[in-house]
């Protein structure tokens, strides 16, 4: 198996994802298939918990592992779908290992980081090698000044004395510019690289990230203070790029493929050309979308409970932005603090409302103002899974006139019991579930067919009996689709475009394949400015 290892040095949130995807398309830009996995050094065991004001949105893989953002930019970037194997944290490790030790299996010996952890790190590329990956790019979050990467260091470093397979180092760092002088400083990027040194990992390849190109002179003197890197493996990704152009740039102007090939031996794995190129075409024709002057100007609110970071609705901004590309739209999205928001003229001039997935009983004023504000001045509309339920309770209060209409999750107490847990232990719903559209629905006229798998990350559902019951005489509110009899989407009849959707339809929105809801949303928004 073939292994590209890319670590960052410095400071985190470098965009690591971002360059190993971007590596993972220059591979297919050759022919090549490749899988990927991400090394999380932080005790949690996944990111179910983790703040999304802290880490971003938690990514859902199709077989339901509550994952870093990170899966997101590899499963849009390279077409896949990623699973449980592909995100391993130093917590879901550990819980292997201690596993593992109150079973016996290690006959009594003392459990150390060393051998015992750094092999557990090991084990998990077995999955990679049985199922015929040919090349696997690895990810370690964090940088290599953290403690807490040390073990996974230590087995990258293993990895490579043992030979068995063809091993590829890449170092991200940033090439900081001081704007009182206009100088770059190359001490940081100096200090990282002795540190892994240290480790016995010396990088083949150096991408530096930095506002402008880099000159021959800061390649000179970088290359000089550590010779073991050759000047021409020093690459640039610089910040103003578009993310998506960064494989073009270093597939076509840092020639990053001419210089992983040899030391992988790539020639000796099978590739299919035709394929590369069609992926090379597919690629340029997205970015060409990206850069060509837009027919429209569309403005869309996100309304929810983190605008403190834009990260907690990634893949919904992107989805958006692709609908954008597609639509010949430029996209502005806003996303709103539901507590800042106390008034409808707050949302005047928008052409469309999402509300985007949350937990928690806070913060919902603003919410359900924005979804009646929507409804009652016909703005089209989507909610996602919170946001779903949410429209439903908004519709119950304020025009089946059930004042008490709640969730469970929001007041356990409720007289009206809107939304139920979906089984008795609370468990979460994750992962790909098929779901069925309901014959002459707006939700089966956007997909085009009447079944599909999309992935979920919900424990509250529809109360469909009491649903039923309320909507006797209400021939308004829509329930068009379904798993079983779980209620998966809902939608206003006599609305332009008013749709919620139990399902996170973001996580499967792709540059060259948007998902049909966001691009039905954008042409509604569109529609709207051309009426108005």
Request: charged share 25%; aromatic share 10%.
């Amino acid at each position: 198996m073939k292994i590209i290892f890319l670590t960052g040095g410095v400071y985190s949130s470098l965009g690591k994802g971002v360059i190993l995807s971007s590596i993972g398309k220059v591979l297919q830009f050759e022919g090549y298939e490749c899988n990927v996995l991400k090394f999380d050094p932080y005790l949690n065991y996944n990111s179910k918990f983790l703040s999304p004001l802290q880490h971003g949105e938690v990514f859902v893989t199709k077989d339901g592992e509550e994952t870093d953002l990170d899966l997101g930019h590899y499963e849009r970037f390279l077409g896949i779908e990623l699973d449980s194997n592909s995100c391993y944290t130093t917590g879901k490790i550990f819980h292997k290992l201690l596993e593992k030790e109150r079973k016996g299996a290690y006959d009594g010996k003392t459990v150390q980081i060393v051998p015992h952890l750094v092999n557990e790190i090991l084990l998990t590329l077995e999955h990679f090698r049985q199922s015929g990956t040919q090349i696997l790019l690895i990810e370690l979050g964090g940088t290599v000044f953290d403690l807490e990467q040390k073990p996974f260091i230590l087995a990258a470093s293993q990895l490579k004395q043992k030979k068995d397979d063809d091993l590829v180092f890449i170092h991200l760092a940033p090439l900081l510019h001081l704007s009182h002088n206009n100088e770059k400083k190359t001490k940081p990027i100096q200090h990282s690289l002795a540190l892994l040194a240290q480790l016995s990992i010396v990088p083949e390849i150096l991408i530096l990230k930095g506002g402008e190109e880099i000159s021959e002179a800061e390649l000179s003197k970088i290359s000089f203070n550590f010779p073991a890197i050759p000047k021409e493996h020093i690459l640039s990704a610089p910040y103003k790029l578009d993310i998506y152009e960064i494989p073009l740039q270093l597939y076509i102007s840092e020639k990053l493929f001419e210089k992983i090939s040899p030391i992988l031996k790539l020639d000796t794995i099978p590739r299919d050309i035709e394929s590369g190129k069609k992926y090379l075409k597919e690629w340029t024709d997205f970015n060409e979308q990206i850069k060509a002057i837009k027919k429209h100007q569309v403005k869309i609110a996100i309304v929810g409970k983190y605008s403190n970071s834009p990260e907690s609705y990634y893949s919904i901004i992107q989805s958006l932005k692709f609908a954008g590309y597609k639509l010949s739209a430029d996209v502005s999205i806003k996303i709103i603090q539901s507590t800042d928001l106390t008034s409808e003229k707050q949302l005047e001039g928008f052409h469309a409302i999402c509300v985007p997935p949350g937990f928690g009983s806070k913060s919902l004023k603003g919410i359900l103002l924005a979804i009646k504000y929507a409804r009652e001045k016909k703005i089209p509309f989507l909610g996602i899974c919170f946001g779903m339920q949410l429209a439903v309770i908004e519709y119950f209060r304020n025009v089946l006139d059930l004042i008490g209409a709640d969730s469970v999750e929001l007041n356990p107490n409720t007289t009206c019991p809107v939304f139920t847990a979906w089984n008795e232990k609370q468990e979460m719903r994750l992962g790909n579930r098929k779901v069925r559209f309901e014959v002459g629905s707006k939700i089966a006229q956007v997909y085009g067919i009447l079944e599909k798998e999309a992935r979920h990350r919900n424990k509250f559902v529809l109360n469909w009996s009491l649903a039923r019951e309320k909507l006797t005489e209400d021939k308004e509110l829509v329930f068009s689709a379904f798993e079983g009899e779980i209620v998966e989407a809902i939608e206003l009849k006599s609305h332009p475009f008013f749709v919620g959707v139990q399902y996170h339809p973001e996580f499967n929105s792709k540059p060259n394949d948007p998902e049909k809801l966001f691009l039905a949303l954008v042409a509604k928004a569109i529609d709207k400015i051309i009426v108005c």
